[in-house]
């Protein structure tokens, strides 16, 4: 199991949070990212935040998005469609969208419309 599968989404998301609110952006619209690739409503995302969901753990309860090969480009220096571990790459799609919200990309081209 790698590094990512096991770190806590819940100790995460509120660095999503920081990031994307200091870009002007909103949790609303991380929301909304975070479902168009997990799936999740509000309060599914919310169960595995209380419940201290590893990613593994997060991403098993998924429904990944068809489009979700869709997303590529680099990501802490890898490209995200070259990675074999599932949930290594799933996190990093998470990563690339939450990257892409952050530098003000249009949420239609974020979530590939």
Known sequence: MSRLSEMS????????????????????????????LTGFDRDAVARHLEANSSFGDFFADASLNPRASLITGVICGVHVEDIDDPVDQKVRYLDKLVDELAKGKAMEKVLRS
Not at 13 to 20: A, D, E, G, N, T
Not at 22 to 32: F, N, S, V
Request: proline share 4%; charged share 40%.
């Open 9 to 36: 989404v819940a100790r995460v998301y509120p660095l999503y949070v920081q990031k994307v609110e200091r870009k002007g952006r909103t949790r609303d619209e991380l929301d909304e990212v975070i479902a168009w």
